[in-house]
């Protein structure tokens, strides 16, 4: 699996995590049990006693613990077995990993790589759904396909005039123009202007417009992306540079999404979307969330389609476009901090 | 697979497919697209876009054209990418494989092999739906098995008295006799006489006949079979030699099957059968249908059943019996025939 | 697959075995058929006819021989084949395997070894359903996980204070105290005293007590367990010996239990359960057959999780406890018995 390690993944909705109901999940292919103690603190181990392999997100939490259910042993919320029913002796090695967890922006993030190295500041500033500018609606989706397969479907919006013709109402400009990408140090920051742009269904607008949008797209997998309708000519006034987002007419809306790779194979992929306080309300909301809903249904038929040919395909072989531009560039940073990761430490003498 | 590739495989009935509604399906494990265009010609391309391997099947007909709907490419009949939006320069390998797709006989039909070896009299002479002299009914059911093993229980009909006991009310006859088998050019010639036969159910006939049936089983799969039923003697008044079919008394049917190796453990069994039109009407070819349904699901029963034994089994083996001369010599010529094509070519000097 | 093969193996319930009417199951991976002939005696064959690997257990009952039903191959009860439709020499080699079977104690046990080392002797002591002293109920239930794991569930019941504490009432003394474990020729014997233990739910006892249970676990996966309700002070009295069950207050019941791997990863669990007829009746019966039902559906639960972690772990690993003993007993002797069925035979001159 190609990921990067040293990264927050979100791993869940945090108020789907309950007091007293642990919770499991995969990250990367590590099995994960999240729970949330009497006190409210959530903790990551990894999903798999060491006694014999029983998964203690079967368990029950006791107290500030987490007691595996099949013979009884007793984590403490760093790992450590601190008692083994009937055994006085607790050997040394009698212990899970712990996985740094953080509760941010209303997601719980995991840190896959070495505990040492979690460094809270790069968590990506995604907008949560107590945030007082927007009125948000959420959800997350299941797919049967490799997390790399949707960072590429988010890499490259030029699949809006196709796959999103009907949902999201996107035109040929979608894929005729190319945005502008900018590397940032941890991803991709991706920028659009559109011109007499209509809208979306439901909320269009009686005179040509221009349209603004634009999204980071931060390791491992997170967009963040915002934007809105401006009037005709400020693109070209602007010369096609970034608009000052509090002016726009209307439109302005935010939508933060998160890919994981749970399995070689299988993804979860998390969302927010709404409007703007200033551009709409719960039912402006509503309606985007359903065509959200209609649109990520068309991303996940298509790219678990894609996956399945993928996978009957002996020697599965790619010819890029002038459109996979941001792909390529994300990869080629992948590839690159995947070899840090991998490279021997040097010695700080 | 040890199938032959230079030759016609049955797709699809021709009617299951429309304008404008592109249909994916696996031959010989080659994902392959099937579409009609607004003129009604038929083109099967690979089913597989050469950009990010998406499904084409999934895809736009747009006039002569087939537009990938996940980023755009447009697609000419012959495969060739004719679009990429937003970039003016195609690469020359720019293309997907084209597959040679007739449509003769009710049935669509791809060569497998190479493009210039394609050659339409090498299509098996199958009875079509709207054929003058006869009644037809028809469907087509999928196997979770190989065609190889489906082909096995065509050459050998002595499978009639247990598995067809019940649906075709077969006796111990047809496994007691051995057939005539003739070796033609692409297949062989199955030929059987059987005395004293009262039909099947709905079909009896209330004296003592000699019922005389014969196949063609063709490559890469296709059957071919006919027969009636003559008064007693007629068998040995001929010296089993074939009759006349046209003097039959009755029982004139025409049945044309075709397996389809569509990926390595699965398979498509098409048909078509229904009585001559001077022994039956369509009440005589929908009671055939009822039959053919039965006798088919209790083929499907045993040869699935089988390929899972066989599949659980470390070293599979065999024992021949003398019934089974007909898928020997039928192996035998599939076998050279598949040496033939992968033979080095001689270069034409 | 770690399982001995000299010793029998439980294939079902006897009277699951109707006359005519095969019935296709595994174990040990072997594909295997048992049939009742006309003479209500059984018969264990390998389920895979040697003409062209059709299961047998799709056959026909004959008179005291099985016809495989896809070509008609006759077999004799020894697994010779004894009739091969239209061919009147039978080659030596047509023969498939067969397996000792005996029924006993209303199971059909199956020597999964040569059949000339099967010694009816090692068939193990469980209690019929017809036992004049026990009212039992029975039934069987499927797992999707190796033998080997329930094995170590049955050997080890400390778990019974963790995934039994609702269905059977288990309290922490289960954990917390060490069984007595005795080495027996072909498996061990557990023994646990549990003192002022108020019982199982719906036989309560009002007064404190002392409560003995014992099972022998024998090759190759058979729980044997028995036990009772004596005065408080027994225990002492007997300085933990073990005490004459006819004396028991009351509760005194017998359970015989058999894991039978069917494949690498399938098992089947044969059980009754049932009170003895001076301490109970058949609504008690009934009543611990419920309490049965909910315990093994929660072993089922955690032991198939224990299953998927396993499955998806690079490396398995464990870290063994005190409760383990008698599983690393019956390990030593297993692999000590596996060595034996694999060292060469020495000539006997």
């Known amino acids: 699996m190609n990921y990067v390690r040293n990264a927050w993944y979100v791993a869940s909705w945090s108020h789907d995590l309950k007091p007293n109901a642990p919770v499991g999940m995969h990250i990367l292919d590590e099995p994960i049990v999240l729970w949330r103690n009497e006190d409210g603190v959530l903790t ?35 790992g450590t077995v601190v008692e083994i029913p009937g055994q006085p002796k607790i050997p040394d090695h009698a212990k899970v990993r712990n996985f740094p967890v953080v509760e941010r922006h209303s997601w719980a993030w995991v840190w896959m790589g070495e505990a040492a190295g979690a460094d809270e500041s790069l968590i990506p500033p995604a907008v949560g759904l107590d945030h007082p500018d927007y009125i948000l609606g959420h959800g997350h989706l299941d797919y049967a396909a490799e997390a790399r397969l ?13 796959v999103h013709a009907k949902s999201f109402g996107a035109k040929e400009d979608w894929a005729q123009e190319r945005p502008k990408i900018t590397t940032l140090e941890r991803g991709l920051r991706v920028e659009r202007w559109l011109k007499s742009e209509s809208g979306i269904p439901g909320r269009s607008i009686d005179k040509p417009t221009d349209q603004y949008s634009y999204y980071d797209f931060l390791i491992p997998g997170v ?14 006034a602007l010369n096609y540079a970034r608009p000052n987002i509090d002016e726009a007419l209307t439109g302005v809306t935010f939508t933060s999404q998160a890919v994981t790779p749970m399995t ?9 979307w709404g409007p703007h ?40 072989r790619i010819m890029p476009t002038s459109a996979d531009r941001g792909i390529t560039l994300w990869n080629l940073m992948i590839d690159k901090m995947i070899k840090a990761e991998n490279a021997p430490l040097r010695q700080v003498s």
Do not use: W
């Open 277 to 316: 306080r200033k551009h709409g309300d719960a039912a402006l909301r509503d309606t985007l969330m359903g065509i959200a809903g209609m649109a990520f249904a068309e991303d996940r038929t298509i790219i678990e389609a894609q996956q399945r040919v993928i996978d009957a395909t002996a020697t599965p």
């Open 44 to 78: 990551a181990l990894q999903d798999r006693c060491v006694h014999r392999m029983a998964p203690l997100s079967l368990g029950r939490c006791e107290g500030k613990k987490l007691r595996c259910m099949y013979h009884g042993l007793l984590f403490d919320r760093d």
């Open 223 to 236: 967009l963040l992306m915002t934007g809105g309708v401006f009037p005709a000519g400020t693109a070209e």
């Open 150 to 162: 949707i960072n590429d479907n988010l890499l490259d919006f030029s699949h809006l005039s196709y």
């Open 264 to 272: 070689a194979k299988t993804s979860r992929y998390f969302f927010s």
